[in-house]
C-alpha cells in the first residue's frame, strides 16, 4: 500500500504523458507515408508544428515537477547521494525563486527610495536625500530617470551646482526630449545666468527656448514666469506683460516683476497700476490666511514700492503685533531702512535719518543689516564736523527716555570705531543698565572686551550667554558666542555654534571665515578649505 | 637513488631564492596560516597515494630494470631537462617568486615522473596541480579576481538589504547605509575564504579520487557558495550596524562569523557534490585495472634515477641557474627603508605654478588619489592644491609590491575608466619618465582625472609591473636583469623584481562634476611634472645603506 501510494504520483503523470504521446500518434498517423512514393505535404507537417512547442514544454515541466521523487527509483547508494544533496537544491532553489521575484518588485523598492529621497527634501535633510539619490542613479529601473531628478534637486540644494547640472544635463540634454521637470529646471537655470549677465545670450537664449518647449505646456505661474523672462530677455515685452499678467493672476509677485517692466519704460500709471494690482493680491490672500507672514511681508513691501508708508509700517506692525518673531522684525527693520534710502539722504547726518535708524535698531534683532547703515554713520572719510553733529544728535537723544538706551548704544559704537575701547564699554554699559535685554549692547560690549587688553573673555563669554538667553533666536548673537568660544580656545563648542549660525544664516560670509579658522586649528584642512572658498 | 637526491637538491637550489621569497608573502598575508595547513594537506595526500607511485604492470619486465637504465640514454631525459633548466633560468632572470612556484611544480611533476613513470606521475600530478592552487592567480591579477567576486558579493547583498527594507547606496563594490554615516569598507574589504575554499574543493576531489569533471564542478559550486555566503555576511553586518548594533564589529565576533561562514561553504558545497552524483554516475581516478602494487621488491619502491654523469651534469647546471637569483640578491639590496625615508624626505614648497600647497597631516580621506595601491601600513603622505578655488589632492605612499594595473583602486570605489585612458601613457619632457593619466566617471556629476606614476628609493619614474610582477617589456627588462648578471646593474633593472626594490606611488587628483577638458587635462599634468622635479631634486643615495636580505 505505502508503495502504491509512493509511486502514484509519478505514474499519474506518466499516464497523463503518455496519452498526450497517444493524442499526437493519432494526429500524426494519417499524415504518414504509406509508401517511398508518397510525398507529404508541407502543410500536412506544418500543422504538428504548434502543437509540438508546447508538448515538449510539459514533457520538460513534467521532469522538472517528478524530479523530487526520482529518489525513490535511485539505486541506494545514490539515493543517499540525493538526501545529502537536498540542502544544497533547496537554498538554490529558493535563490531562484528570491531572484525572479526581486525582478518583479525592484520597481517597487525603487519607489520606495524615491519616496523617502522626496520626504527627505521635503524635511531638508539634504544629506539623506542625496544618499537615497546614489543608489537611485546607479539602478536600471524604468524610474531611473526621476530618481536621477530628486538626486539633482538634492545636490543643488546642498549647494553641489556642478553637479546638480551635470545631472540634469544627462536626463534633459540640449538636443534631445528628456524629462520634463528636467528641462523646466534648466529652463529655470538658463533664465538665472541671462538675468545675472552670465555667459553668451546668443548662446543661451537657444537652449533656454529649447528647454522651455521642452517643458510641455506652461501650467503654472513658475513656467508663465520663465516664458515671461526669455521674452523679456528677447525684447519682446508684450509677450513678457502677457505671460506676466497670466502668471500674475495666481502669484501676485509677478505683478510686481510686470511693475519693474513698466518702470523701466517709463510708464508710471501702468507701474501703479500693476504694483495695485499685486497688492490686491496679497491683501486678499492675507484676509484668506492673516496669519500668513510671507503675504504680510510682501504686502508691506509693495505697498513700500508705491509709497505708502504709512499703509505699509501698519501691516507690518500688526504682523508684530500678531506673531513678534526674527522674521518679521527684520522686514519692519528693512522698510525703516528703505524709507532711510527712499526719502532721505541716507549719506547724510540728520535727526530724520537718525531716528529712522533708530526705529529700525529697535527692532532689528539681527544687528547686521541695521549695524551696516550705523557704520556707514561713523565712516572715515566723514569731516570731523559731521562725526561732531552726529555726536550732538546722539547726545540729544540721551535724555530722551525712550531713545536714550539706543542713543548710548550709538554713542559706544561711535567711540569703538574711534579705537576708544574705554568709552565705548562705558556707553554700552550705560545702554544695556537703561535696557537689560539689549541684545545687540550685549554683542557689542562682549565684542568690545575681545578688543580690549588684556582680553576679557570671561566676562565675554559671560555677556554673550546672557544675550543669548534672552533672545535665542539672534543669530548674530550667536555667532558672537562662536567667536568668544574660538578666541578661548574651545573648538568644539565654538564648531557647534558656527555651524547652528551658518544653518541658519547662510549667506554670512564672515561666519564661514570662521569656521575656517575652526577647522584649520582642528586640523581638518578639507572642511576649512571649502569654508574658506564660501567666505570669498 | 643518489641520482633522485642529486636533481632533487639542485633543483631546490635552482628556485631557493624565489621560494624563500614565495613563503615569505604568503605566510606573511592575511591567510597565512592557511600555507602550513595546505603544505600538510598535501603531504597527507601523497602518503593516500603512494601506491601509485610503486605501480607496476605485473608483465611488464622491463619497468623491473628501469631504474638501472635511467640517465642521460634515455630521450626523455635530456628534454626534461633542458625543460627544467630553462623554466628555472626564465624564472630566475624574471625574478618573479609566483613563476618560480609554478616552475617548481612542474620541475617535481617531471622528476616524479623520471623517477616512477607514468603511475607515479598520474598520481604526483593532482597534488601538484593542488599545490598550485595554493596561490592560483598571479599578483597583479588577483586584486581584480577579488574586485569581480565582491562586487557579486555585494550586489547579492544588496538585494537581501532590499528584502529585509534595509536602505542603502552603492560606491563601486563598498556599500554604505543611508542610516549612518560613512561606507562600510570594513565589511566590504574583500571576499573571504576564496582561495582556502578553492583549495579545499580541490583536495577533496583529490583525496577522494574524483573525476577532473567532477572535481572542476565541485570548484565552481564552491565558487558560488563563497559569493553567497559572503553576501550573507555582509548583508549580516550591515543589518546590524543599521540596527545601531556594534558587537558584531569586535574582532572576535568577525572571525566567528568568518568561519561560520566557511563551514557553511564547505557543507553546501558537499551536498551539492553529493546531489552532482546522484545526477551524474561519478567515476574516478583509482589506478586502472591490470595494475597492482603488491609483491614489490625493495628495489621497486625506490626512485628510478641513478647517480651518473649526466644526472650530476643537470644538477650542476640547476644550481647555478639557481645561483642567479642569489647574486640579484646580494647586487640588489632591499631598500624599503630607503623608499620609506624618500618619502618622508619630500618637501613641496608652498606654491608651484600658482597653487597653493598645503600638506594634510593624518589624513583619514578614503578618496586618496592612489594610481599604484600601496600595501597595508605603507608610508602615505598627502597635500592639498589649491588655485582660485580650484582643488587638486597630491598623494605619495609606498610601498607598492603588486601592480594590479592602474585604476585598480578606483574601480573598487565605482569609478568607471574609459579604456583609451587606461593605457595611455604619456612622455612628459623628460625622455626618463613616464606616466599613466585615467580619466574617472561615476555617477552622473562625478568625474576627475587623476595622473600618476612609481618612484623608486632614488626618485626615478617607474611604470607598472606585468602580470607576474614583471615588466610589460620584457625584452627590455631581460636586458636589463642580463647586465645586472654581468656586473653592468643599474638601479632601474632591478625595480620590478619581485625579490628586489618596492616601488611608491605618486599621483595628482582633480575632481570636477565633468569630464575634464583638454586645458584642465593639460594643467594637471603640468603641475604633475613640476612636483616630479621636485621630488626628484633630492634623491637619497642608495649605496649608502644596504642590506641584502630577500623580499625584504
Known amino acids: 500500500m505505502f508503495h502504491f501510494l509512493r509511486e502514484l504520483p509519478i505514474v499519474t503523470l506518466r499516464a497523463i504523458s503518455d496519452g498526450i504521446e497517444w493524442l499526437l500518434v493519432a494526429i500524426w498517423k494519417p499524415f504518414q507515408r504509406e509508401s517511398d512514393e508518397d510525398v507529404r505535404p508541407w502543410y500536412k507537417t506544418a500543422i504538428l508544428l504548434p502543437l509540438l512547442i508546447p508538448y515538449l514544454l510539459f514533457r520538460l515541466a513534467l521532469g522538472v515537477l517528478a524530479f523530487p521523487f526520482r529518489s525513490f527509483f535511485l539505486p541506494p547508494e545514490r539515493r543517499r547521494h540525493y538526501l545529502r544533496g537536498i540542502p544544497a537544491m533547496l537554498v538554490v532553489t529558493g535563490g531562484v525563486i528570491g531572484l525572479v521575484g526581486y525582478l518583479f518588485v525592484h520597481d517597487r523598492i525603487i519607489s520606495r527610495y524615491i519616496n523617502r529621497a522626496r520626504g527627505e527634501l521635503v524635511r531638508n535633510d539634504v544629506e539623506k536625500s542625496i544618499e537615497y539619490g546614489r543608489r537611485l542613479v546607479t539602478e536600471r529601473s524604468s524610474l531611473n530617470t526621476e530618481g536621477k531628478f530628486l538626486y539633482a534637486v538634492s545636490l543643488a540644494q546642498q ?11 544627462e536626463i534633459a540634454p540640449d538636443n534631445s526630449t528628456g524629462f520634463m521637470p528636467a528641462h523646466q529646471m534648466r529652463a529655470m537655470e538658463f533664465g538665472r545666468l541671462l538675468s545675472a549677465g552670465e555667459g553668451p545670450r546668443e548662446e543661451l537664449l537657444p537652449k533656454m527656448l529649447w528647454h522651455l518647449e521642452q517643458s510641455g505646456e506652461a501650467r503654472d505661474e513658475r513656467m508663465h514666469g520663465l516664458w515671461a523672462t526669455y521674452y523679456e530677455l528677447m525684447g519682446e515685452k508684450s509677450k513678457a506683460i502677457s505671460r506676466l499678467e497670466k502668471a500674475g493672476k495666481t502669484n501676485p509677485a509677478f505683478f510686481v516683476k510686470l511693475s519693474e517692466i513698466y518702470r523701466d519704460d517709463g510708464n508710471e500709471s501702468m507701474e501703479q497700476r500693476s504694483l495695485s494690482e499685486a497688492a490686491q493680491g496679497y491683501s486678499d490672500r492675507l484676509r484668506e490666511n492673516p496669519l500668513s507672514k510671507n503675504m504680510r511681508i510682501q504686502l508691506a513691501l509693495t505697498l513700500a514700492r508705491q509709497k505708502k508708508w504709512a499703509d505699509a509700517e501698519g501691516v507690518l506692525l500688526n504682523g508684530v503685533q500678531l506673531h513678534r518673531d526674527k522674521e518679521t522684525l527684520e522686514t519692519l527693520a528693512d522698510f525703516y531702512l528703505m524709507r532711510l534710502k527712499e526719502e532721505t539722504d541716507s549719506d547724510a547726518i540728520g535727526a530724520e535719518q537718525l531716528d529712522l535708524l533708530l526705529r529700525a535698531l529697535r527692532v532689528d534683532v539681527n544687528h547686521f543689516r541695521t549695524y551696516a547703515f550705523l557704520s556707514k554713520l561713523f565712516d572715515d572719510s566723514r569731516s570731523d564736523e559731521e562725526l561732531r553733529d552726529l555726536r550732538e544728535l546722539l547726545e540729544e537723544r540721551l535724555v530722551d527716555g525712550g531713545n536714550a538706551a539706543l542713543a548710548h548704544f550709538g554713542l559706544g559704537c561711535w567711540f569703538l570705531m574711534q579705537r576708544s575701547n574705554d568709552q565705548g564699554q562705558w556707553h554700552l554699559k550705560q545702554a544695556m543698565a537703561l535696557d537689560p535685554i539689549f541684545v545687540v549692547a550685549c554683542n557689542n560690549l562682549a565684542f568690545a572686551y575681545i578688543l580690549s587688553e588684556p582680553k576679557r573673555l570671561d566676562e565675554s563669554f559671560s555677556l554673550v550667554s546672557t544675550a543669548l538667553e534672552f533672545a535665542p533666536e539672534s543669530t548674530g548673537t550667536r555667532e558672537m558666542l562662536g567667536t568668544v568660544q574660538l578666541e578661548r580656545g574651545e573648538l568644539d563648542g565654538a564648531l557647534e555654534t558656527l555651524l547652528r549660525v551658518v544653518s541658519e544664516n547662510a549667506g554670512s560670509k564672515g561666519t564661514h571665515a570662521k569656521l575656517a579658522r575652526v577647522y584649520r586649528e582642528r586640523g581638518e584642512i578639507e572642511d576649512a578649505e571649502k569654508h574658506e572658498a564660501l567666505s570669498k | 637513488m643518489a641520482g633522485f637526491f642529486v636533481l632533487l637538491i639542485s633543483g631546490i637550489c635552482a628556485h ?42 605485473i608483465d611488464d619486465v622491463e619497468d623491473s630494470v628501469r631504474y638501472q637504465r635511467v640517465h642521460g640514454s634515455v ?7 633542458i625543460l627544467c633548466a630553462g623554466l628555472a633560468l626564465m624564472s630566475n632572470l624574471l625574478g618573479s617568486a609566483h613563476l618560480g612556484w609554478i616552475t617548481f611544480l612542474v620541475f617535481l611533476g617531471l622528476l616524479v615522473y623520471l623517477s616512477y613513470g607514468k603511475y607515479g606521475y598520474s598520481g604526483a600530478v593532482p597534488v601538484l596541480v593542488l599545490l598550485y592552487f595554493m596561490k592560483p592567480i598571479p599578483d597583479a591579477w588577483e586584486p581584480w579576481v577579488q574586485l569581480g567576486f565582491q562586487w557579486a558579493a555585494s550586489r547579492m547583498a544588496g538585494v537581501i538589504l532590499d528584502f529585509l527594507s534595509i536602505f542603502y547606496y552603492y560606491e563601486g563594490v563598498v556599500l554604505g547605509l543611508v542610516s549612518q554615516e560613512g561606507l562600510a569598507v570594513g565589511v566590504c574589504n574583500g571576499v573571504r575564504s576564496l582561495v582556502p575554499a578553492v583549495f579545499l574543493a580541490i583536495a577533496w576531489g583529490v583525496g577522494c579520487r574524483y573525476h577532473w569533471f567532477r572535481t572542476f564542478v565541485n570548484v565552481c559550486q564552491m565558487l558560488f557558495w563563497v559569493v553567497l555566503f559572503n553576501a550573507l555576511r555582509i548583508a549580516l553586518l550591515m543589518w546590524n550596524q543599521d540596527r545601531g548594533g556594534d558587537w558584531m564589529e569586535s574582532w572576535l565576533a568577525t572571525s566567528i562569523i568568518e568561519y561560520v561562514s566557511l563551514a557553511l561553504i564547505l557543507f553546501f558545497a558537499w551536498s551539492g557534490d553529493q546531489l552532482f552524483a546522484s545526477i551524474v554516475e561519478p567515476a574516478s581516478d583509482a589506478l586502472p585495472e591490470g595494475v597492482i602494487d603488491s609483491g614489490l621488491r625493495d628495489v621497486d619502491r625506490k626512485p628510478m634515477v641513478a647517480m651518473s ?17 642569489v647574486r640579484c640578491i646580494a647586487i640588489y639590496p632591499w631598500q624599503g627603508d630607503l623608499l620609506r625615508d624618500r618619502i618622508l624626505s619630500v618637501q613641496l614648497p608652498g606654491e608651484i605654478d600658482g597653487w597653493k600647497i598645503t600638506e594634510r597631516p593624518n589624513s583619514n580621506d578614503t578618496e586618496r588619489p592612489f594610481v599604484f595601491f600601496p600595501e597595508y601600513g605603507s608610508t602615505v603622505r598627502d597635500w592639498t592644491l589649491e588655485r582660485e578655488g580650484r582643488v587638486m589632492r597630491l598623494s605619495i605612499a609606498g610601498s607598492c ?43 552622473p556629476g562625478e568625474a576627475g582625472a587623476v595622473v600618476g606614476c612609481g618612484i623608486g628609493p632614488q626618485g626615478v619614474s617607474i611604470p607598472n609591473g606585468g602580470i607576474f610582477g614583471v615588466n610589460d617589456n620584457i625584452v627590455e627588462f631581460l636586458g636589463n636583469a642580463i647586465n645586472a648578471v654581468i656586473g653592468t646593474a643599474t638601479i632601474d633593472a632591478v625595480a620590478r623584481q619581485s625579490h628586489g626594490t618596492p616601488v611608491g606611488s605618486v599621483s595628482l587628483y582633480r575632481k570636477s562634476a565633468r569630464k575634464l577638458d583638454t586645458d584642465q587635462i593639460e ?14 631634486a633630492n634623491p637619497i643615495d642608495a649605496t649608502a645603506k644596504s642590506a641584502p636580505s630577500p623580499n625584504g
Do not use: C, H
Open chain 2, 75 to 81: 630521450p626523455g631525459f635530456w628534454v626534461g631537462a
Open chain 1, 159 to 169: 549647494g553641489t551646482v556642478e553637479g546638480s547640472l551635470a545631472v540634469l544635463e
Open chain 2, 523 to 536: 594643467e594637471l599634468k603640468k603641475v604633475f611634472d613640476q612636483v616630479l622635479d621636485r621630488i626628484d
Open chain 2, 309 to 325: 654523469a649526466w644526472t650530476v651534469s643537470v644538477g650542476i647546471i640547476l644550481f647555478l641557474v639557481g645561483l642567479i637569483s
Open chain 2, 16 to 57: 631557493a631564492s624565489l621560494l624563500l621569497s614565495f613563503f615569505k608573502e604568503r605566510l606573511g598575508a592575511s591567510d597565512g596560516l592557511f600555507v602550513p595547513v595546505a603544505i600538510g594537506v598535501a603531504a597527507l595526500l601523497i602518503w593516500l597515494r603512494r601506491k601509485d607511485f610503486f605501480a607496476r604492470r
Open chain 2, 401 to 443: 609590491r603588486r601592480y594590479p594595473g592602474m585604476g585598480w583602486f578606483w574601480k573598487w570605489n565605482g569609478w568607471d575608466m574609459g579604456l583609451e585612458s587606461y593605457n595611455r601613457m604619456d612622455k612628459s619632457k623628460s625622455a626618463s619618465r613616464r606616466y599613466a593619466l585615467l580619466e574617472l566617471t561615476r555617477l
